[in-house]
């Protein structure tokens, strides 16, 4: 029979579980886009939880009004945001090989309001930016980040249980592979840019009289674009190697994380 009771039993199940989702959703891509509206994300987030609450281990039968339900919830916050912060870093890679090769074409200057992060991007970032995200989806990476997140229940469960330290170095040391990739991601481009400015500066001594900035300076620009048309293929494997390895070493951070 319904009553007050039931209703608050319900509630302490689903509690944790909407906590995680929603602190995911606040710090992964896409879901946790600006332009997303929050009352899509509250949606979105409860209808998951109603969905794989019947398949969850049973939470502890903690009052989440107590200390105990407090440092609980604290945990699911720092679990959902790690997850998403992890992926979110996935996507920085794309957006720090796009300033990599917008300020070796010369385009450093020109930037556009990225709509995911609400920050101020150039428009080389903003471009490979949409076709990782485009790649992304058509890879159903979202899908498997749900994935990851509804299997994260299982293997660190709901309770007042210590997180491995190592976690957190984990992530930091995720965060320094970004520039790593990022870089050897935008290779070559940068090589190709590098041996044209080389070309300018010997045409610069051979024949003093050229005007190096309005000659070089467009024909950089021109080359860059030729050369990101020319490599979006590599680009297309190199992402989805990228989604790989980070979706990966999401799955293995959190099947890992508990003592």
Do not use: C
Not at 176 to 205: C, D, E, K
């Amino acid at each position: 029979m319904f009553s007050v009771e039931f209703l608050f039993d319900s509630l302490k199940l689903l509690i944790w579980p909407f906590i995680r989702i929603s602190a995911m959703f606040l710090a992964a891509p896409i879901f946790g886009a600006n332009t997303v509206p929050v009352r899509i994300r509250i949606v979105l987030a409860f209808t998951i939880s109603l969905m794989i609450l019947p398949v969850l281990p049973a939470p502890p039968e903690i009052d989440p009004m107590s200390a105990a339900g407090l440092l609980i919830t604290i945990q699911q916050i720092v679990i959902g945001l790690a997850m998403g912060f992890l992926m979110q870093l996935v996507f920085a890679t794309v957006v720090f090989m796009g300033q990599t090769i917008a300020m070796s074409m010369g385009l450093g200057f020109a930037s556009v309001i990225d709509p995911q992060n609400g920050v101020s991007v150039p428009v080389v970032s903003q471009f490979f930016l949409v076709l990782s995200t485009l790649l992304f989806i058509s890879m159903h990476g979202h899908l498997v980040m749900l994935s990851a997140l509804a299997g994260s229940f299982t293997a660190i469960p709901i309770g007042l249980y210590a997180i491995d330290p190592n976690l957190h170095f984990d992530l930091v040391a995720w965060a320094g592979h970004v520039f790593l990739l990022a870089l050897l991601m935008a290779l070559p481009v940068m090589v190709v840019i590098l041996l044209v400015n080389l070309s300018f500066g010997v045409m610069t001594r051979a024949a003093p009289q050229l005007n190096i900035f309005a000659v070089g300076f467009p024909a950089t620009i021109l080359i860059g674009f030729i050369l990101m048309y020319l490599t979006l293929d590599l680009f297309s494997q190199q992402a989805q190697s990228l989604f790989d390895v980070g979706m990966s070493t999401l799955l293995d951070m959190f099947a890992g994380g508990l003592n």
